[in-house]
């Protein structure tokens, strides 16, 4: 017998943002850490391979899926703590991550204003380390509660124990969330009282200085920022897509000084570990596959970096142009691409390429 919160069978084309067709043998929508528990202590449903779901906005569903799906519904957001320097603000999983980006500006707590609009939830924000226009979730991130089917208890991650890295965390290193051992509850982050505006991205930048802002408010951070995105990006819910369909490469410095030399008009952004930090978006343009499309799918016209689904696309689809977009950047500049996204292969694995 069943818990009343799981379907079988569920289709879950309309719960992942590329819009590709797949099914899970099994869903449920999780509203409470008890039915986690149900799930953890059910002499069926413990056995199987597990998938966290959020908004499946960072997510490319290769084929049906044989376990269960945890489409995480948590809500809460509210002020946790305070101390002389800092607010504590914390938020369950499934909580939306722009509503709560603009919760927080509504109520005063500043700091995440350059992440407004960042598709998906708060529970799969630190998985990846969500980040843009020089902000990360890591910069503000305090701590991660969550359930550990392992054992049925309740762990916390510190900032540090999550080894946040660019784009990165050790729930996507070590694949623990996607192999089912942790369902992140909520993440509390830190946001300091004395706010500094983060506008040193030239597209920030430029739209402060045509309105004139010198010294612009968080409000105004957020708008920029929103104006931007909704310029650039394509809207999922039009035009399916799972933002960035490639990491930006991290190159030896000797590498990106031979590529400038060859490409002056390259973009090149040194990091602090000395590698250089490319643009995989101009990478992709200058190989011929900015507006491009193979079959159903395309590199998006206004940012080559978003592979878009056409109408109908299959996973088959989207590797064929994934490796041919690769192919062709690896021909002009040498540089192997790595997909951003999360890859769901039948078996429940999850793989990047
Ligand atoms: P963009 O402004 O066209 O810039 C291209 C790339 O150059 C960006 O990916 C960015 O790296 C890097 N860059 C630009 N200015 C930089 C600076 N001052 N210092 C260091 N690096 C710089 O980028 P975009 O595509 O419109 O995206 C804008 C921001 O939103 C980026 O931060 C991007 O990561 C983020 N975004 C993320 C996703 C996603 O799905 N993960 C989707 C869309 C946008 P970084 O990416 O490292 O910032």
């Given at each position: ?15 992942n ?13 999780i ?16 056995r ?48 939306n ?16 204003e ?22 990360e ?23 540090p ?17 996607l ?8 993440v ?14 030239g ?43 490639f ?5 030896a ?15 090149v ?46 996973f ?16 002009r500049?040498?540089?192997?691409l ?16």
């Open positions: 017998m069943l818990p009343d919160f799981i379907v079988q069978k569920a289709s879950l084309a309309a719960r943002t590329l819009a590709l067709a797949a099914r899970a043998e099994f869903l449920a929508s509203e409470s850490r008890e039915q986690l528990a149900t799930v953890a202590a059910h002499p069926l449903l413990s199987l391979p597990r998938f966290i779901l959020g908004e499946g906005s960072n997510l490319v569903l290769a084929a049906d899926f044989p376990g269960i799906v945890l489409k995480m519904e948590l809500k809460e957001r509210k002020l946790a703590g305070e101390d002389d320097s800092c607010y504590y603000v914390s938020a369950a999983a499934g909580e991550w722009h509503e709560f980006t603009q919760w927080t500006l509504q109520h005063g707590f500043f700091g995440l350059n992440l407004s609009l960042i598709p998906g939830t708060v529970g799969a924000a630190p998985i990846q380390n969500i980040g843009a226009y020089g902000v979730a890591g910069d503000f991130l305090h701590e991660v509660e969550a359930f550990d089917f392992a054992n049925g208890e309740i762990r916390f991650f510190s900032a124990e999550c080894k946040l890295a660019y784009r990165s965390s050790i729930f996507k290193q070590e694949g623990w969330h192999c089912g051992r942790y369902a992140i509850l909520r509390v982050f830190r946001l300091p009282k004395q706010w500094q505006p983060r506008t040193e991205y597209d920030i930048r430029k739209r402060l200085e045509l309105r004139s802002i010198r010294t612009p408010t968080p409000q105004q951070v957020a708008e920029t920022v929103m104006a931007i995105r909704r310029e650039k990006l394509p809207d999922p819910l039009k035009l399916p897509n799972v933002g960035s369909f990491q930006n490469p991290l190159v410095a000797e590498l990106a000084a031979a590529l400038s030399s060859a490409y002056p008009d390259l973009p952004y040194p990091q602090q570990d000395g590698k250089v930090k490319l643009a995989a978006g101009w990478l992709i343009e200058k190989a011929g596959w900015k507006g491009r499309n193979l079959g159903p799918v395309g590199m998006h016209e206004a940012q080559a970096l978003v592979l878009v689904n056409r109408g109908g696309a299959r088959a689809d989207v590797q064929n142009l994934a490796r041919a977009v690769r192919e062709a950047v690896f021909a500049f040498g540089i192997h790595e997909p951003e996204p999360i890859v769901v292969l039948q078996t429940g694995a999850a793989h990047g390429d």
